[in-house]
Nanobody, 128 residues
Framework: QVQLQESGPGLVKPSQTLSLTCTIS??????????WSWIRQPPGKGLEWMGV???????YYSPSLKSRTSISRDTSKNQFSLQLNSVTPEDTAEYYC????????????????????WGQGTQVTVSS
């Protein structure tokens, strides 16, 4: 059974960098059939895909967040991380990590179909 667990600070000040880590258990971040995404949900809004890191370490980001987002991984710890720079209160959201299964051929934003495992989510508030 694959499990994902987000961790990181719950409060970040405006203009600072939001940093979160997703720890994977029960599966490997380098398995060829999967990729690993960060997804967020602001209060009262829908899910927003932020970016992905593939099994080979390649990354792809949402065009709207690309200039502020970086996703990296530590294969020795079976973790991947998110950095979001220059945050504002609009970045306040529940942040999720999730595993994308390539087999269905779905896009990164097919949240119901493409992702087979999700973390429980972590609330991040941007406030001074």
């Amino acid at each position: 059974q694959v499990q994902l667990q987000e961790s990181g600070p719950g409060l970040v000040k405006p203009s600072q960098t939001l940093s979160l880590t997703c720890t994977i258990s029960g599966g490997s971040i380098t398995t060829r059939d999967y990729a690993w995404s960060w997804i967020r949900q602001p209060p009262g809004k829908g899910l927003e895909w932020m970016g992905v890191i593939h099994y080979d370490g390649s990354t792809y980001y949402s065009p709207s967040l690309k200039s502020r987002t970086s996703i990296s991984r530590d294969t020795s710890k079976n973790q991947f991380s998110l950095q979001l720079n220059s945050v504002t209160p609009e970045d306040t959201a529940e942040y999720y990590c999730a595993r994308l299964n390539y087999s269905g051929g779905y896009s990164y934003t097919d949240f119901q179909e493409a992702y087979d495992y999700w973390g429980q989510g972590t609330q991040v508030t941007v406030s001074s």
